[in-house]
């Protein structure tokens, strides 16, 4: 029977042509409505003409639109820059902060040729939050002056000091619409959650509906505002600073020029993400948005920059190319061109407050709790801070420093507790032992009373020579003066005593060893594997997840417990120790059913005679299991290089008898005659092929063998008529233990081919997007 319409995921559809744009035109008018009041409303909240913001939103959409690595991020003026931008303006003035923009593009550009644009995401999350933090808590309070009928000040702290005379001094035409558009902005997301008539208002942006009612009220009521003025807008030509302040100015190019590019880059992250194209090429999205800068700057525009709201909704939208982005742009061109009048009608402190929002929306209840979560909101206070009182530059440097403080207090944190046991003292040891914990180590063991058995529990992350050295020569001494001593480390599971007397070089000495891996590296190449000391440490393993694993996992293990298993795939893979398969698949308890047996076969169902050799009932009994009763959606045949059982079938084939290669082993025997299929059909031909490599006839066999499986598996009627009616998908995958790296078969080119390769192809999620489960598996 062929599997080729069922074992591989077919690529999801192309859209045609037609329904493309069809999409495009409807995301990109969305994308313009939410662009239009922002743009303006991010020029006034810099002290910078209003025509450049629309200038900025113009060339973000169609210069960075065409340009760019990300298609379907939106770029265009955005809050992150303002207090940038406004301290510029009131330095400078707006010419040369044109020239600094076009720098900045420049800069840009020469970082994008340079391949340096994923080196800008290895900043902590921690601080790019606090930075877009500090900035919206910058914002907030200098457009709340606008709202209240005042201006901004210089810095934040002047704002500060300033609001409680500008509260008494409010003007109540200015507050009135502000207050509009405030609770606008808030209540019109919460009225589109609405069952019923009231869903389809989720589709008009909050901004737009904000804006719109309060400008209506404002002309109906005729109330005495300050409205925005678009009969100076023309284009600026930027000039060059004058006098000394070309230091200045060069940090001022630096700031722009960082900020929007990481602004930008973590925005097209964001954004892909929740699409199923092709992933954002960010050296090219920096090179696009650099260009966007050298352009706007150079016609009097904001700072060009890749904006995570409007890419967002861009996408949840429905964009599908990037004629969406640049459809954007050119409804932009096109209101203002058109409809300037319109514009001229709204009240300054109406986008004020729209920005005001969107400066406090930028400091995310989700990003501290993140931020809490990991132990790192010391930095991200800290940069918020900084960005506050001082700027942003100075608060990246603050976050920094804090962050390296942070983790130099956690690298040299450990904890030492001692407490009596039967007939011995135990010394309990945890965290980093670095030089750093030397001396409070030395003085708790330097008190403990002689001539005792002490038993030293290492539970450590790192050891250094330092750490090392003391214990060592504390040991020796320690010994030396009638004391005994046992030292047992343990590395994630990993069990190790050294103690005085005890054979072998490796367990006469403590070895410093960094945990870098996960329990089953140690338990091949540190523990011991004679067979007094395997019950030691399998009791030392149990006890390490005791005490680190077992409270994480504990409440999700009482949910399964309570609500029962319901995993989405039935793993069918070797018993080889090598191949570990919650660590290849990212997967947890719950995610995977999972069948081992020697050689990752499935004997083939259906009505056989009492003597066959398919009379093993095992493998039926979990394919029947899974996909009766748990209702899988999916079946993975797994086979792996080296693989035993398919050398010994090569073994096998190769003696002129026909005979089992390996004497006394029966049952092993008659289990491998469920592989003769998969060798006959190695012999005859034709076998699949790994891409990219030439591999021996042994792995040769492996890779067939995972084919016949998958063949076998739809000899299983409970399988064969899943699969007909389409709730059940097949899937093969052969891992190389050398490279850590999976294949996916593709029954259509019959060969397996890189698992990354094939999920940009067939659109499946990447991993961590949306959960922790491999993502070939979830491909159905």
Not at 67 to 93: E, F, M
Not at 320 to 341: D, E, K, N, Q, Y
Not at 429 to 435: D, E, I, K, M, R
Request: proline fraction near 6%; charged fraction near 15%.
């Amino acid at each position: 029977m062929p599997v080729a319409p069922v074992i591989t995921p077919a690529p999801p559809a192309a859209p045609s042509r037609t329904a493309s744009l069809r999409a495009d035109l409807g995301s990109s008018f969305v994308v313009f409505l939410v662009a239009v009041p922002l743009s303006l409303g991010i020029a006034l909240a810099a002290g910078a003409p209003l025509s450049a913001g629309i200038i900025s939103a113009v060339v973000g959409g169609i210069v960075v639109g065409l340009l760019g690595g990300a298609p379907l991020q939106v770029s265009g003026p955005t809050a992150g820059l303002t207090v940038i931008v406004a301290g510029l303006v009131q330095t400078y003035g707006w010419r040369v902060t044109c020239f600094v923009t076009v720098c900045s593009g420049l800069l840009q550009i020469l970082l994008g040729v340079a391949k340096v644009a994923r080196a800008t995401l290895a900043l902590s999350p921690a601080i790019v939050h606090g930075v877009v933090a500090g900035i919206g808590v910058v914002i907030a309070f200098a457009q709340l002056h606008v709202v209240l009928g005042g201006a901004p000040q210089r810095s934040a702290w002047e704002n500060a000091r300033e609001l409680p005379s500008q509260v008494g001094d409010l003007r109540a035409p200015a507050v009135a619409v502000g207050v509009i558009t405030v609770v606008l902005v808030l209540v019109w997301p919460v009225v589109g959650r609405l069952p019923g008539r009231f869903a389809a208002l989720r589709k008009v942006p909050a901004a737009l509906v904000a804006v719109t009612s309060a400008t209506v009220t404002a002309s109906v009521l005729q109330l005495d505002a300050p409205r925005v003025d678009l009969s100076s807008v023309t284009f600026v030509t930027p000039v060059l600073p004058s006098g000394g302040a070309w230091l200045a100015m060069l940090v001022g190019v630096v700031s722009v020029a960082l900020v929007s590019g990481m602004e930008s880059l973590l925005s097209a992250t964001a954004a892909d993400r929740l699409h199923h194209g092709p992933p954002a090429r960010l050296d090219r999205e920096l090179i696009g948005q650099g260009v966007g800068n050298v352009v706007s700057g150079a016609i009097g525009g904001y700072p060009v920059t890749g904006v995570a709201i409007r890419s967002l909704t861009n996408v949840r939208a429905g964009a599908a190319t990037r004629a969406s982005t640049i459809l954007h742009g050119v409804w932009v061109m096109l209101f203002v061109g058109l409809l300037a009048s319109f514009v001229e009608r709204i009240p300054l402190a109406v986008l004020a407050a729209l920005v005001m929002v969107v400066g406090l929306q930028m400091v995310s209840l989700a990003h501290i709790r993140h931020v809490h979560r990991h132990r790192e909101f010391a930095a991200y206070a800290a940069t918020i801070a900084g960005v506050i009182l001082a700027g942003v530059l100075e608060g990246v440097l603050v976050g920094v420093v804090v962050a390296l403080g942070t983790a130099l207090y956690r690298l040299s944190r450990s904890t030492v507790r001692v407490y009596p046991g039967a007939g011995v003292l135990h010394v309990e040891v945890h965290g980093s032992l670095t030089f750093l914990s030397v001396p409070r180590l030395s003085r708790v063991l330097g008190k403990l009373p002689p001539g005792e058995h002490i038993v030293v529990d290492m539970t450590v992350d790192y050891l250094d020579q330092a750490a090392f050295e003391a214990v060592h020569s504390w040991r020796a001494g320690y010994v030396a003066r009638g004391g005994r001593v046992d030292i047992e480390e343990i590395h994630d599971g990993c069990y190790e005593r050294a103690a005085g007397g005890m054979p072998g070089p490796r367990r006469s000495r403590l070895t410093p060893s960094p945990r870098w891996f996960a329990p089953w590296w140690h338990w091949q190449r540190e523990c011991p594997r004679e067979d007094d000391t395997a019950s030691q440490a399998m009791v030392a393993g149990d006890r390490e997840f005791r005490r680190r694993t077992a409270p994480l996992v504990q409440p999700f293990l009482a949910r399964l417990a309570l609500e029962g298993q319901r995993p989405a795939q039935l793993f069918i893979t070797c018993a080889d120790s090598r191949v570990v398969p919650n660590l290849i698949t990212a997967s947890g308890p719950g995610d995977l059913f999972t069948v081992r047996n020697v050689g990752n076969l499935v004997p083939r169902g259906g009505a056989r005679p009492a003597d066959s050799i398919t009379d093993d009932a095992s493998v039926g009994a979990g394919i029947e299991y899974a996909v009766s009763v748990l209702g899988v959606r999916g079946i993975t045949v797994c086979g792996h290089s080296g693989c035993g059982a398919m050398s010994a079938l090569l073994d096998k084939a190769a003696r002129a008898d026909g005979a089992a290669v390996h004497g006394g082993t029966p049952h092993l025997d008659r289990w491998l005659r469920h592989g003769d299929a998969s060798l006959a059909r190695f012999t005859t031909g034709p076998v699949p092929t790994l891409t990219g490599h030439q591999v021996s006839s042994a792995e040769q066999l492996c890779l067939t063998n995972v084919v016949q499986q998958l063949d076998n598996l739809l000899d299983h009627a409970v399988v064969a008529h899943a699969v007909a009616a389409g709730r059940l998908r097949l899937f093969g995958l052969y891992f190389d233990l050398a490279s850590a790296r999976m294949y996916l078969y593709d029954a259509v080119r019959g060969d397996f081919g890189p698992v990354d390769a094939e999920r940009a192809e067939s659109g499946a999620p990447a991993p961590g997007a949306e959960d922790h489960t491999f993502p070939a598996l979830n491909a159905g």
